[in-house]
């Protein structure tokens, strides 16, 4: 019997001990309160000492990869926000396929109907905050881990398997440092030759080749403070970003509508502006996010702006990039993409598809340093940073059989 058809069988005789060891450890990680917020925002949540707090549930994988006998390494930028990396395989210059999900979790919320940070196991799901986002795949992943270890066919894998269980992918603060993936591949600490990101959903019928470029503007008018019975002494920055708004909400972007990305977006998502009714007032801001299609440069998005910054009469505005990532699409005809596919189809009776997202995944990131990186896994996209988070139990087995499935045929 070769190694897949093993695995295979024994996914089938033991689906139970399975789901069982899966509740068990998600059950314990969802527990574990690893928030990420911006910096800001830390104070709204008195037990966080510090962003993220990942090491929470890497003392949980690391105890885990220790029992199974899987050598890790840790890497941290800072104190108690580790990534953690298992290697799997008899070759570490060979070939390397990164499997990474991620540690920490939004915050909360309101809504849900049963506490967040308990699980409960109803009908075939899980629910509670990360059972989907991330830290159910993550554990697919680590019993994934386990069951090659059990059936000795780790020295069977050419090249590596790297379990990985990161750090900061839910926030980032405005100074742009990262803790997670941006600082492993900034840092050259890992280099591996593919990557499987299960942050998706799309329930594994599909495959994320192309994110749009995220970027984030700010704009500010420039007015004169006076007091708000003398009007005419003033110039009131809001009735000027007023106008600046009209012209942006009819603005058409300069681009070519991409094939698996489509048109770009904008979202007019923040207005501040005026301190009290009785003062004109000397500012306004506005903050924008734009996501991007292939062929839009920031100077072009930045002129575009301008120009309907030029129609505002006597307007004066100051325009601030506070983020800019670049749109990324790889060709869907990758070796990659044809084994999940491959195996998906096997194991679930349905092919993924290739499609791209608006939003941004470690798939991003990675693509950027080039290693050819997709976005594939478990879980509804609508059960996402919403209350009343779940994931299907069944999706998380067939998820770690597929894990095995897809490296046992790459990494031959
Ligand atoms: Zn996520």
């Known amino acids: 019997m070769n190694p897949q058809e093993k695995l295979k069988k024994y996914f089938k005789e033991n689906r139970e001990s399975i789901k069982n060891e899966m509740v068990d450890l998600i059950t314990k990680m969802v527990a574990e309160k690893t928030v990420n917020v911006v910096s800001e925002k830390l104070s709204e949540h008195p037990y966080l000492k510090f962003r993220g707090e990942e090491y929470r549930v890497g003392n949980i994988v690391k105890k885990f990869l220790s029992e199974i006998d899987v050598k890790y390494d840790e890497f941290s930028r800072m104190e108690g926000r580790p990534n953690i990396i298992g290697g799997i395989g008899k070759n570490k210059s060979g070939k390397r396929l990164l499997m990474p999900a991620h540690m920490d979790i939004v915050p909360a919320g309101e809504g849900w109907d049963t506490d967040p940070f308990e699980v409960v196991e109803k009908d075939g799901m899980l629910y509670g905050r990360g059972t989907l986002d991330n830290k159910g795949p993550l554990v697919s992943i680590l019993l994934a881990a386990k069951i090659m270890k059990k059936l000795e066919l780790d020295q069977e894998i050419d090249g590596q398997l790297m379990i990985a269980a990161l750090a900061d992918e839910e926030a980032e603060d405005p100074d742009g440092i990262d803790y997670g993936i941006g600082y492993l591949m900034d840092e050259a600490l890992i280099d591996p030759t593919w990557a499987i990101i299960p942050d998706i959903g799309?329930?594994?019928?599909?495959?994320?080749?192309?994110?749009?470029?995220?970027?984030?503007?700010?704009?500010?008018?420039?007015?004169?403070?006076?007091?708000?019975?003398?009007?005419?002494?003033?110039?009131?920055?809001?009735?000027?970003?007023?106008?600046?708004?009209?012209?942006?909400?009819?603005?058409?972007?300069?681009?070519?509508?991409?094939?698996?990305?489509?048109?770009?977006?904008?979202?007019?998502?923040?207005?501040?502006?005026?301190?009290?009714?009785?003062?004109?007032?000397?500012?306004?801001?506005?903050?924008?996010?734009?996501?991007?299609?292939?062929?839009?440069?920031?100077?072009?998005?930045?002129?575009?702006?301008?120009?309907?910054?030029?129609?505002?009469?006597?307007?004066?505005?100051?325009?601030?990039?506070?983020?800019?990532n670049e749109p990324h699409a790889i060709n869907p005809d990758n070796e990659i993409v044809d084994v999940i596919k491959k195996y998906t189809k096997d194991i679930i009776g349905v092919e993924p598809k290739a499609f791209g997202m608006g939003g941004g995944t470690y798939a991003k990131t990675l693509n950027m340093k080039n290693v050819l990186a997709v976005g594939f896994g478990p879980g509804d996209d609508t059960a996402f940073h919403v209350e009343n988070e779940y994931v299907e139990i069944d999706q998380l087995i067939d998820f770690s059989l597929l894990t095995l499935l897809i490296a046992f045929d790459l990494l031959k």
């Open 202 to 324: 799309e329930n594994m019928k599909g495959i994320d080749i192309a994110e749009k470029g995220r970027t984030v503007f700010k704009i500010k008018s420039k007015g004169k403070q006076a007091h708000g019975s003398t009007p005419e002494l003033g110039i009131n920055a809001v009735f000027m970003m007023a106008k600046l708004v009209a012209e942006i909400e009819k603005m058409k972007f300069d681009y070519d509508v991409h094939d698996v990305l489509g048109h770009p977006s904008l979202n007019l998502g923040e207005i501040h502006g005026g301190a009290a009714p009785n003062i004109v007032p000397g500012t306004c801001e506005i903050i924008l996010d734009i996501r991007t299609v292939p062929g839009m440069t920031k100077e072009k998005v930045i002129g575009q702006l301008q120009k309907c910054i030029d129609k505002v009469e006597n307007g004066k505005f100051e325009i601030n990039v506070m983020a800019w």
